[in-house]
């Protein structure tokens, strides 16, 4: 079972290119969750989406964006990227919000 | 604002000890509490999930308790392994207040040295 697929695994970004982290999950589940993790820190919630065309904020929004046009594929896209965005990038999945997350092996960001 | 605290950051012990990993959380009104492990370079693998209503869930050598009035959950690891080096991380889930997210802490590094 494939599970949360995340593409690219590895990025290194220009200060102010744009790109977008690919996340797709084949366990139908309703819920899909952007993180991003940086050094000696616990995670934090980027943007969220209980189904489809269905998104929200979560703690560290500010320079992203999000969509949700299939249950399956929840894309981030950084627009103007920046060193602060420095960082590993996690999508997970749930079925639904009370149950377990499954997650993605990240995707490691650099931005110089 | 939910906080979560884990302690230690780091613990170094040698193969075959029983040890014990803390969380701690500021609010207790949660739904439920998880521990992940991750491995270098990988994502999130879920442990245990203890619903607030319970008092520990347990998997082979793990047994996770929760004690949700006092802010305070443990992950015991019996009979420790090498291959038990991971980092492990422990979040909750509520109150909904602070939206529909975990909280996450920042986790112990753990090595089991042979």
């Known amino acids: 079972n494939a599970g949360v697929t995340q593409t690219p695994k590895f990025r290194i970004l220009k200060i102010g290119q744009s790109m977008t982290l690919q996340c797709t999950q084949d366990?139908?589940?309703?819920?899909m969750y952007w993180y991003r993790q940086d050094p000696g820190m616990g995670l934090k919630l980027i943007y969220y989406?209980?189904?489809?065309?269905?998104?929200d904020k979560g703690e560290v929004p500010n320079g992203y964006n999000v969509s949700r046009s299939t249950t399956e594929d929840f894309p981030l896209r950084l627009e103007l990227a920046a060193p602060s965005q420095t960082s590993v990038y996690f999508c997970?999945?749930?079925?639904?919000?009370?149950?377990?997350?499954?997650f993605g092996d990240g995707t490691r960001l650099s931005i110089l | 604002k939910q906080e979560v605290t884990q302690i230690p950051a780091a613990l170094s012990v040698p193969e075959g000890e029983n040890l014990v990993l803390n969380c701690s959380f500021t609010d207790s009104a949660i739904y439920n509490l998880q521990w992940f492990r991750q491995d270098p370079g990988k994502g999130l693998t879920s442990l245990l999930l203890?619903?607030?209503?319970?008092r520990e869930q347990t998997s082979g050598r793990l047994n996770a308790s929760l004690d949700k009035s006092s802010g305070r959950s443990t992950l015991y690891i019996a009979a420790s392994q090498p291959g038990d080096s991971a980092t492990y991380l422990c979040?909750?889930?509520?109150?909904?207040?602070?939206?529909?997210?975990?909280?996450f802490g920042a986790g112990t590094i753990l090595r089991v040295k042979s």
């Open positions: 979040a909750v889930f509520g109150p909904m207040e602070y939206g529909n997210k975990l909280v």
């Open positions: 989406s209980v189904g489809a065309g269905i998104t």
């Open positions: 997970a999945s749930s079925r639904q919000g009370l149950q377990p997350q499954h």
């Open positions: 366990m139908n589940h309703n819920y």
């Open positions: 203890i619903q607030s209503s319970q």
